[in-house]
């Protein structure tokens, strides 16, 4: 899977470190290799991580391979793209959704 240099991958063990004391907004996108709409997201996800380098962190986590980080904020469907700030969940979205769709709300907590 192509992913940008801007997107960094987080793991249950990483997830503290890497997320909750994220000095930027931090944003995950909860995705198994089987979802489809997940692959659909991914690209998404890349050009987001572009645009918002250096304002936003952005994460992918494969809820596979980490059970623990999902089950932690009651994720039930996939894809789910979570946003922290300052350690704190402060919006979701669930399923593919368009690119204005996120970036509206990423904007709404840049500000």
């Given at each position: 899977m192509s992913q940008s240099q801007n997107v960094e991958i987080v793991t249950d063990s990483s997830f503290q470190s890497q997320v909750m004391q994220c000095s930027q907004l931090a944003i995950i996108d909860f995705w198994a290799e089987w979802c489809g709409p997940c692959r659909q997201l991914s690209p998404t996800i890349e050009q987001l991580a572009n645009d918002y380098a250096g304002q936003a962190k952005i994460f992918k986590m494969n809820v596979d391979e980490n059970p623990n980080t999902p089950s932690q904020f009651?994720?039930?469907?996939?894809?789910?793209?979570?946003?922290?700030?300052?350690?704190?969940?402060?919006?979701?979205i669930v399923g593919n959704q368009s690119k204005e769709a996120i970036t509206q709300v990423i904007q709404k907590h840049l500000q």
């Open positions: 009651q994720i039930r469907g996939i894809p789910t793209v979570l946003f922290f700030k300052g350690g704190q969940l402060v919006d979701q």
